[in-house]
């Protein structure tokens, strides 16, 4: 592996508990890069002193990131800068991805090193499905807000990836419950640490498991996605034909009807000669 890194912007992922997770490939880039963009440096200095390097850092996050982004930019032009987060994969409910834009919108180089992310780790422990998700990051604090964000993602066919803290899972189980019901769901925490642990059940017997007794540091809630709609009903099809004839014709508005509802467009196209008789 060459030593030399090509200026530009290197996006590096970092473990996101156990230093082991570390690749040969990030372990190079950061014990070469001339510069890296760190949210904490005291965190970021016990990961390369694992791995016996000292490299500048510079503090990358969301207080000074509008004062910091344009040195970095234009350092990029003739040096190697890393950018990394406290754990895991960078821009993932993380700074960042400003930092790529202007980078790239600069015309330099954009390289990502990818590794651990809690969210995929999540994915792989809570054994509910994974052919489509939607990462959601941390919901509002405040129950008004957090119920609304419920809400809005409460019909979308796909298993929810929610980050939370330790002190406030009660409170997001509880309201999770209360808007999307029994649902399957797996509470994870310590992801590949030693006491790593996927806890499963329906969404109100997570609330009442942690109601009183959270656990700590930081969690990845994954809940299942909505079973199949309800089918529907004959009085549903009748108020969809009747709408649909006062603009269509009784055959396209039986077809509209039927794909719309999951219908026979046969059974609907009598009814709707019946409506409109």
Do not use: W
Request: aromatic share 4%.
């Amino acid at each position: 592996m060459n030593a030399e890194l090509l200026p530009g912007l290197y996006i590096v992922a970092t473990p996101i508990g156990n230093l082991g997770d570390l690749s040969p490939r990030a372990a190079h880039i950061l014990s070469h890069a001339a510069v890296i963009a760190v949210e904490d440096s005291r965190v970021t200095g016990k990961l390369l002193n694992h791995i016996g390097v000292k490299r500048p850092m510079t503090p990358y996050h969301d207080h000074n990131a509008e004062q910091v982004r344009p040195g970095l930019i234009a350092r990029m032009a003739t040096d190697a800068v890393a950018l990394v987060s406290d754990a895991g994969t960078p821009l993932i409910s993380d700074p960042g991805y400003k930092l790529v834009r202007d980078a790239r919108a600069a015309g330099h180089m954009v390289v990502t090193i990818p590794g651990p992310c809690a969210a995929v780790a999540a994915l792989t422990l809570a054994g509910l499905p994974t052919d489509r998700f939607l990462y959601v990051g941390f919901l509002p604090p405040k129950q008004q807000a957090r119920a609304e964000a419920i809400a809005e993602i409460a019909g979308i066919r796909a298993t929810l990836v929610i980050y939370e803290s330790g002190p406030r899972l009660g409170a997001l189980l509880a309201a999770l419950a209360d808007g999307l019901g029994e649902r399957e769901a797996a509470v994870t925490r310590e992801i590949t640490k030693h006491f790593e642990e996927a806890v499963t059940g329906t969404l109100p017997m997570l609330a009442a498991r942690y109601a009183e007794a959270p656990p700590k540091g930081e969690i990845v809630v994954v809940v299942a996605p909505p079973g199949p709609p309800a089918a529907a009903s004959a009085a549903d099809a009748d108020s969809a034909l009747t709408e649909a004839l006062t603009r269509l014709s009784v055959s396209q508005a039986a077809g509209e009807v039927a794909k719309a509802l999951g219908l026979d467009r046969k059974t609907l196209y009598a009814r709707a000669l019946e409506i409109k008789g």
